[in-house]
């Protein structure tokens, strides 16, 4: 197609939209306004805002700091998970032994012998089962309220303890002496 053939075309297509010689020259500017500032958009590079060195130290940190946060996240997963069972070559179902870090947290020994609720202290009520410093002083507040229990059933009364701790609890509890 030549030159010519174009041009007819173009004024066709002006004729047909029936646009007037000042909108012709309007349209006219603003494409040529588009191809400058294409063009110059292309020719002139790009600046960096920054510099390399700074931007490496922001990456170092950031990548230190993500770590810190995985070790965080790792501790309190093994922490709060429950430690799974492991089969023995006995084929018999062994919990593996607590690792040096629950132990430390953990500053209450297990209970070894029956605790009588009655007389107990707040350390010897912790060695329960399921029993923290929060429950133990609320054993202790309504053994104080109401001079005692007069029977082991009586420890539901206590705000937080269900029939489910009690029933986990029962063997290592007792009334009197």
Known sequence: MNFDGLKRKV???????????????????????????????????????????????????FERRSALIQKEEKELAEKYSPTPAVSNSAGEMEVPKETASETEAEEVEPVSDIININT?????????????????????????????FDSIDELVNVKGIGEKRLENIRPYIKLED
């Open 11 to 61: 004024f066709f297509w002006v004729d047909r939209l029936q646009i007037s010689k000042t909108e012709r020259v309007g349209i006219a500017i603003l494409l040529g306004l588009v191809a400058i500032l294409l063009s110059a958009s292309l020719f002139l590079q790009k600046s960096l805002n920054y510099d390399q060195e700074e931007y490496d130290q922001i990456v170092a940190e």
């Open 120 to 148: 107990a202290s707040l350390q010897q009520l912790q060695k329960l089962d399921g029993i923290g410093p929060a429950y133990a002083q609320r054993i202790l507040d309504y053994r104080e309220a109401n001079d005692g």
